[in-house]
């Protein structure tokens, strides 16, 4: 076990002690820190050394908070509590006393799951899950003590366990490479086989013993056909390097700088995280630039996952917030006045006699003396600190302020507070469970503090001043909201009530007013600012989960009802009227993927009613809603479900969020038999997760519905313009998200996934059968099309949207050829209510059925799957934790970047990596048949006629270094130009190719010929001697391989001058020392003097010339006959960039219309046949007039 | 938090990182390359009319003289049991040889580029290391050391094998035969006979070869190479530097000697010859060829026509290729082009 990484502090002691269970240890850490303040945030940060089962803390609760981030990344904070039933405070707990036995599971990987009991000394066992096991590698916090068992530790720790090896992804090119290099091995047989062969015969057809055979020592000779044998071998080490092992050294470098490229991006670079893009796949670059079809989540990927309130239904009336909404249009403001505001603010202010609907006089004059403190009280916050603030997940300012509508309002400020919240009213109801059917932490110090005092006083009552005061600041929040949105307001309802006594103060508020439309929305904002600082002055942070709970927690708080403090049994709420709400949690039935939904049991403290609220997705809580007094409440929960519902869809359609609100009183009886239910379900060993979940359902049943939230998640910057271009680079792109389908088609349409003229397929189905029947049905219809290559115009482009049930039973292995199929046909895809398990099924289905590349993207954990499914993954980090990025092959901030990341970076790494990999198999192969030429010549006797020296350093020093730069730095096109024109990410897919490897091949056939027997027709029946022979084939291979290069390289930049100058030069002057200081040196060789002599004679130079034009005539014409008769679109669009915009914009648009009516006119231009085309998906997105993206493309 | 902090991820905005560093973009196409074309079409058909004019005016003879027509005089020393044996070859000259006139003896189907025979060969001792002599190097096996095991030098199977047959040039006048003088000094690489091969400094040399014995197949130890000369002998014997460095290919000719001195340097004037040879060395056991090659050089070396026909046929192949070019300049042009 090791313990190694304990942390220890000079103010902490730890101690380790050998327990009764044999190789566990407990782990006890006494930390006497100086006490609650300022100095405990040293000690309150500590790092956990093994997976501790937390026996207990000190808290009062033995609640431990913790914080994941070193797991995970998420920076919320989450519980942990003590094993119930060992329940004693940290400080009194003994560790030589404790004589449980645990008994736990083995060790696993899994972050969210633990099962394990401890029995106690009186053979009671206890169940416990992961919400007791503080993991190796977080930090606890706001705790300062806490009392552990170590149940894993080292190795079998769940985060080392969590800790991969580097998943090795191949890409399709190193596959497509590998292929090749068999071809290699191959080819480097059949010539070794022709060496040996050759051997044979030239030994057969010798009359006698020559003079130059050299006999073994006991003066024989091997027989022909045995030395033939040696010979393949001698062959074989001869041309070994024909294999490119050298290339795979230079991918790896290639691929360094190509990693390097894209992290140096500025345009991929996120100021707001101040996070650059992450390659944390380094070897699969390449496959970004062949995506055939991207897989996308909804939330957080094309949205923002910022989860802002947006409208509610209470009761089954609508409140839309059209304030808010406008404030939401509004929120990218930059404030250049933000100062100002703060500073002017507290300064104005109101007179007393003024009331939201003509409230008690109290009330009124409390509101007027509240109002002139608080803005004292609260410090300006500069823009510094807030984005210190920001910093913590899911408390952006747009999230936290919420606008009120007034008519919420104003039936809030009906409710009769006055018995402490003790009426039953719908409306309190509501706004409690939206505040406290959560897991919702406040985190402050203060707030722990005033929790834990709380608690240890078990007091619940609060000064009637601090009431009244408190009431008061919240009073004049609303006030001065709603003072300050008026202009908005007004015209939007000019004779509502609540507006009336905002009338008589006009005059007072006109000024700031006009100051405010002078500004234009700047007064908008000022009012914001005003209202967030009533927000600030209350010092909560609420640390959520997931970013929906806090949304529903800050409007709760727009609302008056303040999340004070929440502990394991208990949860405080401040009601609008100030009064400090004590609630008693008897349970949190926790929120699973099953259920769809969260309850929280609390007993209300003043009536002891226990209310059971629940909160989950509509079409689970619709179902359960009931009453067990049906008669009588029928019509009544009728209508509201009824009218809850019609606004419920309208949600959808506007694609909000949508959760259900319901609450139930739960009767004494029926808590108790629950209660042991619950019990047996926790403790239970097997199967726990599900007896659990059993146990939650059992409850929330007859529920009665208070409401509806919508909640808005905006699209995320520039989404329709990055999937329009993906889409137009020829990329099918799928939406799967868990959202409903009305939600997601709607997002779907926003992001122009969908467009207005899209034939729609709406698969859903009850059954398997009708399933069955509507693909046939769908794909017998969509088959009438012609699936030409090119987007016919007149075609509607079909799009299909199915939901998670369909999807599963189209998924099954029957009915999964037709579900591709049709699949195949569409444009675009919406998946909707799918699971994880689903995303990653249809990502590997569409995968290895359509046999296409694959890009998955998503930023929650609900998307792991799909993303290591998938060929490329990407993560994107952003609100929901970690675990996508950690996933992920890539990781980026913003949906927006995918368009360059997969565009132009994409490419690039492509089309380099592939030529360059061309380029080495054509170097490898010229050079090593130029020693493969010279076997004919020499009896087959693996000689070779270049100094075995300078064939190493041809490969290591003379050409390594200018294609390793030239698959680094070369650009076929512009980023511009492949921003404006996606059309080319298409056709720089087909850079690799087997016809395109044995051209190359067959290249450098042609060229070692010419290499070889220019020189050899130029020397023979000559005197010249070997070496010398072979340095004008080493000098012309030089040139050739090099000039070779030059013609591929689309961009020279001064580093490919330099490079390609400096190899040139290197050759030359190391050869040139070689050859003068190497006399007797490497033997049998001795070159000395060789190239000197060479370079003193004429022919050499001559040879020289000669041979390096000869050798890449072919490839030259080729290369300028094609451009010039059918250049490729990509050459065209890199000539492009040397016009004019203006004749760029006039150009482009002939081409694209050019390209759709080629086939008709017959042009040479056209670019009829893509590259590994296949089905109808077209070569060339449908024509539309081009964007300015075009044109911005300068 | 300043500014700087918050952004300190930010990756450098520059030309390099970004991939936006200025760069030359050649378009090959048709217009552009016409110029480069005929100008490498022209200077090719003018390189090649010189080499072809400079090749032709090389005068080379060739007399085979390995003696397998039975008519020939040399084919009754082919007989391997014919020791010393000597034949002429007569030939006349109609005109002027012109001078200074190489003479080069040929072998065809020899394989001096052998790997194993390329490897068989001490290149320490032949540099005069006397801890060489004693002991030479592995890679002479097996002619490393007799069969009395004594050393070997110089080792080796290509010291062993070298050229071993003499040649007397005879000029037939009225009055009899003027011999005619051939100068063998200077033939072999300056480098080879000045740097590369050294003799050991024993004084006389005779006496660095003690305890060693002479090559199985030589008549006369090293030190022995040249009976006329006492200074070309040993490791630095021209001839024996040619045969040293070894020929690329298997059909080669090497310098025997050259015509430089007396009245012959001006050339072998018009006349009757006789070539006296004194025939040593086998090559039936390889097929092989023996010939005697009289030539003259020029700047380029020796006779050789491949070189200027081949730059004639591929300059005469660039301007078609331009004129190719023009047509198709002229039916698709670039857009940028207009």
Known sequence: MDLSDTPGGPHCLDQYLDQALPGTRTWTRHCPGPGPGPGTARTNIEVVPADLLLLASSDPQGVCLLETANLDGETTLKQRRAVAGLGRPATEFDPENFNCLVVCERPNDNLNHFKCYVERPDKVRVGVGIESLLLRGCTVRNTDQVLGFVVYAGRESKSMLNINRPRYKRSKLERALNRDVLCCVALLFSMCLVGAVGHFMWRRSLPGTPPYLVPDPQGSLDAPSLSAFYMFFTMIILLQILIPISLYVSIELVKMAQVFFITNDVDLYDAEWDRRVQCRALNITEDLGQIQYVFSDKTGTLT??????????????????????????????????????????????????WTLAGGEEEEEEESGSGAGQRPHAAPPRSKAARSAHGDVAFSSPLEKEVVPDKALLQQIVKIDFSGGGREVDPYLDFFLALAICNTVVVSTATAQRERLSQLSSGSVSTGPSYALSSLAQKVGSLRRSLASWKPLTRGASPDSQVLAPEEEEEEEVDEEEERGRASGRSGDMDALRSCRLVVDSDEVLFEAESPDEAALVYAAKAYGFTLLARGPASVAVRLPHGERLELEVLDTLSFDAHRKRMSVLVRHPVTGEMVLYTKGADYTLMELLGSPCAEQLNDDQRSVAANCQKHLDQYAKEGLR???????????????????????????????????????????????????????????????????????????????????????????????????????????????RQCASMLDCTLEAVRRYPPGPDGAVTDPTVAMVIDGRTLAMALESDLQERFVELARRCRSVLCCRVTPVQKSAVVKVIRDKLKVMTLAVGDGANDVNMIQAADVG????????MQAVMASDFAICRFKHLRKLVLVHGHWCHSRLAHMIVYFFYKNVAYVNLLFWYQFYCGFSGTTVIDIWLVIFFNLFYTSVPPIMFGIMDRDVSAETLMGLPEL????????????????????????LVCFFIPYLTYRGSDVDVFTFGTPLNTVSLFTVLLHLSIEIKAWTAVHWGVMMGSVGVFFVSILAYNALCVTCNPPANPYWTLQAQMGDPVFYLVCLLTTVVALLPRYTFHVLRNTLRPSPLLLARNLERLAPAARRRWTQGWRGGTRGAAAEGTPREERTAPGEEGPSPTWTPPRPPRDTTTNAT | MSKEENTANRPDNTAFTQQRLPAWQPMLSAGIVIPGFVIIGVAFIGIGVALFVTSQNIQVLEKDYTGIETNSSCFKCTNPRVKNCNCTINFSLDKLFEGPVFVYYGLSNYFQNYRKYGASKDAAQLTGDLAYFTEPSTSC?????????????????????????????????????????????????????????????????KNAFNDTVKPIFWPRPAYELDTTNAANNGFINQDFLVWMRRSALPNFRKLYRRITEGEYAKGLPAGDYALVIGYNYPVKAFDGRKKVVFSNVSWMGGKNQFLGIAYLVIGSLCVVMSIVMLIVYAKFKFPDEE
């Open chain 2, 141 to 205: 096996v097996p002619y490393q050391r007799d069969a009395k095991d004594k050393p070997i030098v110089p080792c080796g199977s290509i010291a062993n094998s070298m050229f071993n047959d003499t040649f007397k040039l005879f000029q037939i006048v009225n009055s009899g035969n003027v011999a005619v003088p051939l100068d063998g000094k200077g033939i072999a690489w300056w480098t080879d006979y000045n740097i590369k091969y050294r003799n050991p400094t024993t004084n006389p040399l």
């Open chain 1, 304 to 353: 923002e996952n910022k989860m802002v309130f947006s409208r509610c239904s209470v009761m089954g009336t609508e409140y839309p917030h059209k304030e808010n909404a406008v404030r939401l249009a509004v929120v990218d403001e930059p404030d250049p006045d933000q100062e100002v505001v703060f500073d002017q603010r507290p300064r104005r202010r109101r007179p007393p006699g």
């Open chain 1, 658 to 768: 949508t959760l259900c609100f319901t609450r139930k009183t739960v009767s004494e009886r029926e808590y108790s038999e629950w209660s042991t239910l619950r019990q047996t379900a926790l403790a239970a060993m097997d199967n726990r997760g599900a007896q659990v979940r059993d146990s939650a359902v059992h409850l929330e049943r007859d529920l009665s519905l208070l409401g509806a939230t919508g909640i808005v998640d905006r699209l995320q910057d520039s989404v329709p313009d990055t999937i329009e271009a993906l889409r137009e680079a020829g990329i099918q792109v799928w939406v799967l998200t868990g959202d409903k389908p009305e939600t997601a088609v709607n997002i779907a349409y926003a992001c122009r996934l969908l467009d207005e003229g899209d034939m729609v397929i709406n698969m859903s189905s009850k059954d398997k």
């Open chain 1, 985 to 1008: 990410y298409r056709l720089g897919q087909g850079e690799y190719k087997s016809s395109i490897f044995w051209v190359a091949i067959l290249d450098a056939f042609y060229q070692s």
């Open chain 1, 874 to 881: 990407i993560g994107i980090s952003g609100q929901e934790g």
